[in-house]
């Protein structure tokens, strides 16, 4: 049989992945039976179907090797996506955080254990409390060594949210971008050979100060040549994947340091192959806006039964045969 040669990779913000138990510590209410979104575990089970089929869909032939997600209440809701739901054939193995966040949601990674042998996996906590922020999402940050033999070390991060007014909450983003970037550069100093990816929903957009200066996510032009220790978004000039008051914003990214996108390195970067994945599935129209939107969950307060309000990302790499 030949040898896998390429490898992709998912992000995916799932809008609320909660189950309908009430965890006395977090603010998880609107998310309980008879509660105002009146969420049941009939609803539960529906969302894990359709979280499950976006999945695959994004996969094609193969199922994504890792599938980075925010916005999922706890280690009950991914277990049950890995095992009850269309994915249960996938064999995914998962980590994640259990973060201090008010509403109880955290991040995860889902991995292939066959195509990415994890060799650690930590949480890198964000001091809210001194920063006099509300109790924020940990940072994921996870190693593997992947089948072409190089070890990719990945950050999944969820970026405090943009509730209270963009301004007053930048100074947020800000410091937690500056965190990843510290944590990422810490990491490209230990390796001879860096292989990094940086995922997650940032709340900001690619020309946004968190990406553009603390985290320095440049745009990738292909005419130039790609520097090993400078990170590069992938995302920087697509189109959106979430979309508030009808415009679309790319608050979702997928950003990887340079020795990843030259393509005489063992693994790089499909060209051309990083994407919003937006099968016509994911999208309704927009009746208050015009064009197209996210089929999401809820709409408001008001039950859709949709997908999520953010577009998946995907990325494919690949090696040369040596």
């Not at 990887?256 to 030259?262: K, T």
């Not at 051309?272 to 994945?277: E, K, L």
Request: with cysteine.
């Amino acid at each position: 049989a030949q040898a896998q040669q390429t490898f992709r990779v998912m992000e995916y913000n799932v809008e609320n992945l909660f189950d309908c138990r009430h965890d006395s510590l977090k603010q998880d209410t609107e998310f309980l039976p008879g509660s105002v979104r009146n969420w049941t575990f009939n609803r539960f089970q529906d969302k894990l179907e359709k979280i499950g089929k976006v999945i695959l869909a994004a996969g094609k032939e193969q199922v994504p090797d890792l599938v980075g997600l925010c916005e999922v209440e706890n280690e009950f809701c991914v277990k049950s996506l890995t095992h009850h739901s269309p994915l249960r054939e996938a064999g995914y193995r998962y980590v994640m955080t259990d973060s201090p966040d008010e509403r109880g949601i955290d991040v995860a990674l889902l991995y292939q254990p066959t195509s990415f042998r994890l060799l650690t996996s930590q949480k890198i906590r964000i001091p809210s409390d001194s920063l006099g922020m509300r109790p924020t999402r940990d940072v994921l940050y996870v190693s593997g060594r992947v089948v072409s033999g190089d070890t990719l070390d990945v950050f999944v991060c969820h970026l405090p949210s943009r509730v209270g007014g963009a301004e007053k909450t930048d100074p947020y983003r800000l410091w937690v971008a500056r965190r990843v970037r510290q944590a990422a550069d810490s990491v490209m100093a230990e390796r001879q050979d860096p292989r990094l990816i940086i995922m997650g929903d940032f709340n900001d957009t690619p020309q946004d100060e968190s990406l553009e200066e603390e985290l320095e996510a440049k745009a990738y032009s292909p005419d130039s040549e790609p520097l090993k220790y400078k990170l590069y978004n992938l995302f920087y000039d697509a189109k959106g994947s979430h979309k508030y008051q009808g415009e679309w914003n790319q608050l979702d990214h997928i950003i990887v340091n340079g020795a990843l996108l030259q393509e005489n390195q063992s693994l790089h970067v499909q060209k051309d192959s990083y994407q919003v994945f937006s099968p016509s599935f994911l999208l309704i129209p927009d009746k208050t806006w015009r064009g197209v939107r996210p089929f999401r969950t809820y709409y408001g307060f008001k039950y859709e039964g949709g997908y999520s309000d953010h577009l998946p990302l995907v990325v494919t790499f690949e090696w040369n045969k040596m």
